[in-house]
T-cell receptor, first 110, second 114 residues
Framework: QKEVEQNSGPLSVPEGAIASLNCTYS??????FFWYRQYSGKSPELIMF????GDKEDGRFTAQLNKASQYVSLLIRDSQPSDSATYLC??????????FGTGTSLTVIP | SAVISQKPSRDICQRGTSLTIQCQVD?????MFWYRQQPGQSLTLIAT?????????ESGFVIDKFPISRPNLTFSTLTVSNMSPEDSSIYLC???????????FGPGTRLTVL
């Protein structure tokens, strides 16, 4: 079982809709959770991080963490074509090790 | 956030040669990492660059092929040795800042081996 799993997609949503990206992880000792956005040909860019159960909002982005179920999600409200990218979920475990998912490709259709 | 630069940004190299990639951070950081990302793939961790000691390599990566230096808390190099076309990839430097408990990535080096 991989440490971090994501649906590779592609996920397509119309402009203005809510995009929902999901990620599950296997290590119950995971401490910190991150979402990165990666445009084609560019390096990953940090969007959000979350440490505690519940929701964390930043503009159009909301990260949700449920440690009991071992999943973390990212919601993008009012999706824009500029949100089209690959979204990487990352988890930090004890010992400062990071594990990345394989990424979900999102396309926002104008 | 940390500002990270990498040199070169891209290069085209001949089979059998070596290339050294430099990573510079604008502040002292606890940990530096080197990743590889092949076309259409996710990130693969090559090694953790340790300041003042040998790098810690992940399974499938060896020091002879990917020697790494980290002489101080703001700089690291990765060398890709005896290159083959299979080494064509994007190589990414990243840093973890304990203060923010977050990992940031450099802009990457796009390597093509002919």
């Amino acid at each position: 079982q991989k440490e971090v799993e994501q649906n590779s997609g592609p996920l397509s949503v119309p402009e203005g809709a809510i995009a929902s990206l999901n990620c599950t992880y296997s290590d119950r000792g995971s401490q910190s959770f991150f979402w990165y956005r990666q445009y084609s040909g560019k390096s990953p860019e940090l969007i959000m991080f979350i440490y505690s159960n519940g929701d964390k909002e930043d503009g159009r982005f909301t990260a949700q963490l449920n440690k009991a179920s071992q999943y973390v999600s990212l919601l993008i409200r009012d999706s824009q074509p500029s949100d089209s990218a690959t979204y990487l979920c990352a988890v930090k475990v004890t010992g400062n090790q990071f594990y990345f998912g394989t990424g979900t490709s999102l396309t926002v259709i104008p | 956030s940390a500002v990270i630069s990498q040199k070169p940004s891209r290069d085209i190299c001949q089979r059998g040669t070596s290339l050294t990639i430099q990573c510079q951070v604008d502040s002292q950081v606890t940990m530096m990492f080197w990743y590889r990302q092949q076309p259409g793939q996710s990130l693969t961790l090559i090694a953790t660059a340790n300041q003042g000691s040998e790098a810690t390599y992940e399974s499938g990566f060896v020091i002879d092929k990917f020697p790494i230096s980290r002489p101080n808390l703001t700089f690291s190099t990765l060398t890709v040795s005896n290159m083959s076309p299979e080494d064509s990839s994007i190589y990414l430097c990243s840093v973890w800042t304990g203060a923010t408990d977050t990992q940031y990535f450099g802009p990457g080096t796009r390597l093509t081996v002919l």
